[in-house]
């Protein structure tokens, strides 16, 4: 929605239906999601570095996706995304130890940010969303 | 516009911090005998350009680390990592190949933590390019 002024864009938002936008939320919280998740050779296993993608080496990290604070699965967000109400709020976040020093990196190792690169592309998957619903 | 105007734009800003220290890129390994405090720059490209207004816009972030001993008090990379973040508050436009950068949120330190016996904070600066 490059351009339009905020409201513009809001009523744009205006003409959709509450069942559109919920679509639009829970696919693009979706889309996010998915982007943190889409895994990569880790470079133990002889990957290499692939930036906004999480590394799997022994699949811990992948493994530890918590949503809203519950156990921690690859695929925790589904059941959880699909009962997405507008006006809720939902939490997303790795449990494994060494989640944070793979976003950003450490000594001699530059950070993946799965989590940086996929949260910033939040607006783009709901204009992208958007767009399917005013077809 | 490419990658290299972005780092070059940023790059440069970066280096009019008072009194900076060392500054390594992506591209560039540590030495094992570089004193602390040092700076590690990673440029972070974002959405496709490809896929935004037919490749002229470029989104992104730049992190940049603040390295320093562990066992201090975290004054030093507290204060570095304010100065820096300080550098590329919202809305600061540069010039960038031949076109613009602006900076598109407010810049904050983000959290420190310990790496042996290292102590890193970092800042991650949001930037659009066109």
């Given at each position: 929605m490059a351009g339009k002024s905020f409201t513009a864009q809001l009523e744009d938002f205006e003409r959709l239906t509450v069942q559109n936008l919920k679509y639009i939320a829970s696919e693009a919280i979706q889309d996010v999601v998915e982007g943190m998740?889409?895994?990569?050779?880790?470079?133990?296993?002889?990957?290499?570095?692939?930036?906004?993608?999480?590394?799997?080496?022994?699949?811990?990290?992948?493994?530890?996706?918590?949503?809203?604070?519950?156990?921690?699965?690859?695929?925790?967000?589904?059941?959880?995304?699909?009962?997405?109400?507008?006006?809720?709020?939902?939490?997303?976040?790795?449990?494994?130890?060494?989640?944070?020093?793979?976003?950003?990196?450490?000594?001699?190792?530059?950070?993946?940010?799965?989590?940086g690169v996929n949260a910033r592309k939040f607006p783009a998957f709901v204009e992208a969303r958007a767009k399917e619903v005013r077809r | 516009m490419n990658e290299n105007d972005i780092a070059q734009a940023l790059g440069q800003r970066l280096q009019t911090l008072t009194d900076a220290p060392a500054i390594y890129w992506d591209n560039q390994n540590v030495p094992e005998t570089q004193a602390r405090p040092y700076l590690v720059v990673q440029m972070v490209p974002g959405q496709s350009p490809a896929r935004i207004s037919g490749g002229r816009v470029h989104t992104g972030f730049m992190q940049v680390t603040v390295v320093s001993d562990v066992g201090q008090f975290a004054t030093y990379a507290n204060e570095t990592a304010a100065n820096i973040a300080a550098l590329f508050p919202y809305e600061l436009t540069l010039p960038c190949g031949a076109g613009k950068l602006t900076i598109t949120s407010d810049t904050q330190p983000g959290p420190g933590f310990r790496d042996g016996s290292d102590w890193r904070k970092i800042v991650q600066a949001d930037y659009v390019a066109l």
């Open positions: 998740q889409t895994p990569a050779r880790g470079i133990s296993k002889g990957g290499s570095l692939q930036v906004g993608k999480i590394p799997v080496a022994e699949a811990e990290l992948i493994n530890s996706l918590s949503t809203d604070g519950g156990t921690p699965s690859a695929d925790s967000y589904s059941v959880a995304i699909s009962g997405f109400e507008i006006g809720d709020v939902m939490t997303f976040s790795y449990t494994a130890p060494h989640a944070f020093v793979k976003e950003v990196g450490k000594g001699g190792m530059a950070g993946w940010h799965f989590m | -």
